[in-house]
Nanobody, 127 residues
């Protein structure tokens, strides 16, 4: 599975961005995709995941009201819509693929090792 993350950039506080994670080398809707982020000096954290097994989604509690994950199987792409962005959202955002069957989005969010990662896309929200 190859993943291509895109859509990051510089946005003012309160603005929005939509990240994309395009998967290739895999049948559409046969992998779960998760978004993770790492801010400078901080541990990587799970942002949001979507499961191919049961269609479930997960979002970090503190982000759930601002971030929405979705997928377009016709494009084999998962999106992360981010609204009301804050300076603390600044980070490199990575997408990862999980091919384990029967994996819910919540379970995926707890994993740290994945076979495929996108290259990361920088999101910067100045203070």
């Amino acid at each position: 599975v190859q993943l291509q993350a895109s859509g990051g950039g510089l946005v003012q506080p309160g603005g929005s961005l939509k990240l994309s994670c395009a998967a290739s080398g895999v049948t559409p809707n046969s992998v779960s995709i998760g978004w993770f982020r790492r801010a400078p000096g901080k541990e990587r954290e799970a942002v949001s995941c979507i499961s191919f097994s049961d269609g479930s989604t997960f979002a970090q509690y503190s982000l759930a009201d601002r971030f929405t994950i979705s997928r377009d199987n016709t494009k084999n792409t998962v999106f992360l819509q981010m609204t009301s962005l804050k300076p603390e959202d600044s980070a490199v955002y990575y997408c990862a693929a999980d091919t384990e069957p029967f994996t819910t989005a919540r379970v995926m969010s707890t994993r740290t090792a994945f076979g495929s990662w996108g290259q990361g896309t920088q999101v910067t929200v100045p203070s």
